[in-house]
């Protein structure tokens, strides 16, 4: 699993870096404004409306597909995807037409703060995305199959495509109109599913129109699903309180909070995203064959393999927070107003870093135990508390305050999960975890020192943005010097899987070369 992580790994990296060349472009052309803020919220209320769909039955659909699999065999399972796939079409479609005929109340439910001009590129912008629930749909159900299938890169590789139309999109509109930004990104989402179709039929599976209500398994996963669909509107309902709030804190607040976001999730999704998509399918077969050691095992190397990448990444954040917005975004029309608040709000959110990842980590256990109602309930308490502080903090941070309220409710949420957890399967080596956290948090702490002064030291005899990278690749290297010292399982493991492979590279070489002069003998 270790080695399929760390392709993974590889590819996220290539995946996010695309992923932030987009925001940095869009920040160029845009930067913190009226625009940036409706098109924000006109990309969010088609993600939100089906994350509480789509979310909830690609994980119901994961542990089900492999139990209709063993029983039943892959025939079983193909028309088991048809079946999924198909009533989400149908789905999509009540979707669709409920969009159009409430776009206006929808908006206002989003950014309270909206109106005029803004107001009407808002709806405009939301009616044409829309469509994109369509695909949306398709992407859940067949990147979930091919996961099944361990073809996690293929995945991954398929944004990359998105993210080029998009990017394309973004530098036209600014001189053919703004319109060709939303046309843009619903191109770049049929591009994406197109390509997740092409791969899934190389998979071996193939479409059949079938629609089956009465079927087993499509009921039993919407049983599953419906509890996570709850759990799943529980985070969009803060992502609602938070952009709403921010609509009334200040223009292009919303815009701030969502580059201090991407910037987050772009640190956060190379590390959990990768460990969690290769983690979630093994982990679903270990519970359905009942091997709760195997199954404690992986959640327990997961937890320390992303506390190993998101610990450093939250201390460096925390650091460099500014230099990070002046770095990313610090040009164009991206004013020193929006650096301001994208700063405050990428400090707060990187508090809770560690707690989003492994709290990911929790709930796909949970998810393939079958028990989809403790996430829900979780979800539900973090909720309440992230709405209680939103309220309090906004009051004294502004939209830094937004962001500090999801942190602590994440941190908050997690900590109640692994209790739970912990209840279910019994224990998860709680204390080896908390000596490899230690360790981890000693070593990052030296880093954040390391790093921190070298950049102080280089800002005085070269560019800002170049002594901020130098010192960023220091403290990697102080990180992983210490660490190495550190002792920890999962990096002695790694490491010497390195030496195995670094051996095996110098003895092919050294055996190449004597074939040679062999042969020139």
């Given at each position: 699993?270790?080695?399929?992580?760390l392709a993974?790994?590889?590819v996220t990296?290539?995946?996010?870096?695309?992923?932030?060349?987009?925001?940095?472009?869009f920040?160029y052309?845009?930067?913190?404004?009226?625009?940036?803020?409706?098109?924000?919220i006109?990309?969010?209320?088609?993600?939100?409306?089906?994350?509480?769909?789509?979310?909830?039955i690609?994980?119901?659909?994961?542990?089900?597909?492999?139990?209709?699999?063993?029983e039943?065999g892959?025939?079983?399972?193909n028309?088991?995807?048809?079946?999924?796939?198909?009533?989400?079409?149908?789905?999509?479609?009540?979707?669709?037409?409920?969009?159009?005929?409430?776009?206006?109340?929808?908006?206002f439910?989003?950014?309270?703060?909206?109106e005029?001009?803004?107001?009407?590129?808002?709806?405009?912008?939301?009616?044409?995305?829309?469509?994109?629930?369509?695909?949306?749909?398709?992407?859940?159900?067949?990147?979930?199959?091919l996961?099944?299938?361990?073809?996690?890169?293929?995945?991954?590789i398929?944004?990359?495509?998105?993210?080029?139309?998009t990017?394309?999109s973004?530098?036209?509109?600014?001189?053919?109109?703004?319109?060709?930004l939303?046309?843009?990104?619903?191109?770049?989402?049929?591009?994406?599913?197109?390509?997740?179709?092409?791969y899934?039929?190389?998979?071996?599976y193939?479409?059949?129109?079938?629609?089956?209500?009465?079927d087993y398994?499509?009921?039993r996963m919407?049983?599953?699903?419906?509890?996570?669909?709850?759990?799943?509107?529980?985070?969009?309902?803060?992502?609602?309180?938070?952009?709403?709030?921010?609509?009334?804190?200040?223009?292009?607040g919303?815009?701030?909070?969502?580059?201090?976001?991407k910037i987050?999730?772009?640190?956060t999704?190379?590390?959990?995203?990768?460990?969690?998509?290769?983690?979630?399918p093994?982990?679903?077969?270990?519970?359905?064959?009942?091997n709760?050691i195997?199954m404690?095992?992986?959640?327990?190397?997961?937890i320390?393999g992303i506390?190993?990448?998101?610990?450093?990444a939250?201390?460096?954040?925390?650091?460099?927070a500014?230099?990070?917005?002046?770095?990313?975004?610090?040009?164009?029309?991206?004013?020193?107003?929006?650096?301001a608040?994208?700063?405050?709000?990428?400090?707060?959110?990187?508090?809770?870093m560690?707690?989003?990842?492994?709290?990911?980590?929790?709930?796909?256990?949970?998810?393939?135990?079958?028990?989809?109602?403790?996430?829900?309930?979780?979800?539900s308490?973090?909720?309440?508390?992230?709405?209680?502080?939103?309220i309090?903090?906004?009051?004294?941070?502004?939209i830094?305050?937004?962001a500090?309220?999801?942190?602590?409710?994440?941190?908050?949420?997690?900590?109640?999960?692994?209790?739970?957890?912990?209840?279910?399967?019994?224990?998860?080596?709680?204390?080896?975890?908390?000596?490899?956290?230690?360790?981890?948090?000693?070593?990052?702490?030296i880093?954040?020192?390391?790093?921190?002064?070298?950049?102080?030291?280089?800002?005085?005899?070269?560019?800002?943005?170049?002594?901020?990278?130098?010192?960023?690749?220091?403290?990697?290297?102080?990180?992983?010097?210490?660490?190495?010292?550190?002792?920890?399982?999962?990096?002695?493991?790694?490491?010497?899987?390195?030496?195995?492979?670094?051996?095996?590279?110098?003895?092919?070489?050294?055996?190449?070369?004597s074939t040679l002069?062999?042969?020139?003998?």
């Amino acid at each position: 699993m270790k080695k399929t992580i760390l392709a993974l790994m590889a590819v996220t990296i290539v995946v996010k870096l695309t992923g932030m060349i987009k925001e940095i472009v869009f920040s160029y052309y845009y930067g913190a404004s009226n625009i940036t803020d409706a098109y924000l919220i006109s990309l969010t209320i088609p993600a939100v409306i089906f994350a509480l769909i789509g979310a909830g039955i690609a994980i119901g659909y994961i542990p089900l597909y492999n139990k209709v699999e063993n029983e039943e065999g892959k025939e079983a399972a193909n028309a088991f995807t048809n079946n999924v796939l198909n009533f989400v079409m149908l789905f999509c479609t009540g979707i669709v037409v409920a969009v159009f005929l409430f776009t206006k109340p929808l908006i206002f439910l989003f950014a309270s703060g909206f109106e005029g001009e803004t107001l009407e590129m808002a709806i405009l912008f939301t009616r044409i995305s829309i469509v994109t629930v369509y695909f949306t749909g398709i992407l859940y159900i067949l990147e979930a199959n091919l996961q099944v299938k361990d073809a996690y890169k293929v995945v991954q590789i398929a944004v990359i495509p998105m993210m080029l139309i998009t990017i394309a999109s973004i530098a036209a509109s600014a001189s053919y109109g703004i319109n060709i930004l939303i046309i843009g990104s619903v191109v770049a989402v049929i591009a994406q599913a197109l390509i997740i179709i092409v791969y899934a039929y190389k998979k071996g599976y193939h479409y059949q129109f079938k629609v089956d209500f009465k079927d087993y398994y499509l009921k039993r996963m919407i049983t599953l699903s419906l509890p996570v669909i709850l759990g799943s509107s529980v985070v969009q309902v803060n992502k609602i309180v938070d952009r709403t709030l921010a609509s009334q804190i200040a223009e292009g607040g919303i815009s701030a909070l969502n580059y201090a976001y991407k910037i987050e999730g772009f640190i956060t999704g190379i590390f959990v995203l990768s460990i969690v998509t290769v983690m979630y399918p093994n982990i679903s077969r270990m519970a359905v064959s009942r091997n709760f050691i195997g199954m404690k095992k992986a959640l327990s190397e997961a937890i320390t393999g992303i506390s190993l990448f998101v610990i450093p990444a939250t201390v460096g954040a925390m650091i460099f927070a500014k230099p990070i917005v002046v770095l990313m975004f610090g040009r164009g029309a991206f004013g020193e107003a929006a650096i301001a608040m994208t700063s405050i709000s990428l400090l707060f959110y990187s508090v809770g870093m560690i707690g989003v990842g492994i709290r990911a980590t929790l709930v796909k256990a949970f998810y393939s135990l079958e028990d989809t109602k403790t996430p829900m309930i979780n979800a539900s308490i973090a909720l309440v508390l992230n709405i209680i502080l939103n309220i309090i903090l906004s009051r004294f941070l502004g939209i830094g305050g937004l962001a500090l309220a999801t942190s602590i409710s994440a941190l908050f949420a997690t900590a109640l999960m692994f209790f739970s957890l912990r209840r279910k399967i019994g224990a998860l080596g709680a204390k080896e975890m908390m000596v490899s956290f230690a360790k981890i948090s000693f070593a990052s702490i030296i880093m954040g020192i390391g790093a921190k002064l070298i950049f102080e030291a280089l800002s005085l005899l070269i560019h800002e943005n170049i002594a901020l990278l130098l010192a960023i690749a220091a403290g990697a290297v102080i990180y992983f010097t210490v660490i190495l010292f550190t002792k920890i399982d999962d990096v002695t493991a790694i490491t010497n899987e390195l030496k195995k492979k670094f051996r095996k590279a110098g003895a092919a070489a050294q055996e190449e070369k004597s074939t040679l002069r062999r042969n020139s003998v």
